[in-house]
């Protein structure tokens, strides 16, 4: 099965962001979201450059043993250089921010030419973020080489922020841009999303849906990530 389709068959996906996740603990901590069925989890990488901070790159990718899809989000200036470790470490997916890159364009060629390190046939699935502030339209030109468009609902940088409201409109507007185009290109959301708002973040449409403050934020994971499942429709 190809990466995308495992992705196609999770949806809608509930990626765990790991960056609040007790990180000295990171064995327990993937174990615990396995078991309460996630089936994907999301490593926010940062370079303090186009972020204000840093946080972990290609060894801990590596260090994550888990059978999870691999959710890579880099937040990254200039990505083209480095891509090849992340795949390297396993990465199943790669977003760029359309942001970040130079060329755009050729990253996600490149990324489409890179084999995946456990399983060559098996394909990185390719996103492309996109900030708060940036037309929907700048990735219209990139729909053929893409297979997820990740929109942000905070702006880069920390967890825990506040879901921006107006991402529902554009949750509604990039579903109907993607149809149009005739395209398979998953619709992701990233950022401030809660208890609270999840089922109505996947009633918008998202198919794959990025949490992390609100799974490990206090004692309670297990049953925030079996909550979040439930939300979207996919409870067991
Ligand atoms: C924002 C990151 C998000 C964020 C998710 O820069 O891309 O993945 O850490 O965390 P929460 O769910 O806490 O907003
Ligand atoms: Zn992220």
Redesign the pocket.
């Known amino acids: 099965m190809t990466t995308l389709d495992r992705l196609l068959s999770l949806r809608p996906a509930v990626s765990v962001?790991l960056?609040?996740a007790d990180l000295l603990a990171l064995g327990s901590e993937l174990s615990l979201l396995e078991r309460a069925g996630i089936g994907v989890v999301?490593v926010?990488v940062?370079d303090g450059c186009f972020?204000p901070v840093m946080t972990v790159g290609p060894p801990f990718v590596k260090a994550l043993r888990t059978p999870l899809l691999k959710d890579v989000?880099l937040?990254i200036r200039d990505p083209l250089a480095t891509l090849g470790d992340y795949v390297a470490a396993g990465a199943d997916m790669i977003t760029v921010h359309q942001e970040s890159c130079t060329h755009v364009h050729r990253v996600l060629q490149a990324i489409g030419t890179m084999p995946h390190a456990v399983d060559p046939g098996r394909g990185i699935v390719r996103g492309v973020?996109l900030n708060p502030g940036t037309p929907l339209e700048a990735i219209e030109p990139l729909l053929p080489e893409m297979e997820m468009l990740l929109l942000?609902?905070?702006?880069?940088?920390?967890?825990?922020?506040k879901f921006i409201p107006a991402t529902f409109d554009r949750v509604a507007r990039a579903k109907a841009m993607i149809a149009a185009s005739g395209r398979q290109v998953v619709l992701g959301v990233?950022?401030?999303?809660?208890r609270q708002n999840i089922a109505a973040v996947a009633a918008a449409g998202a198919e794959l849906i990025?949490?992390?403050?609100?799974?490990f934020?206090g004692k309670a994971a297990a049953d925030n990530a079996a909550f979040m499942l439930e939300a979207v429709g996919r409870g067991g």
């Open positions: 962001g960056l609040t999301h926010d940062m972020t989000h937040m973020a942000l609902a905070v702006n880069p940088g920390w967890g825990g922020q990233d950022g401030g999303v809660t990025v949490t992390g403050s609100a799974v934020d």
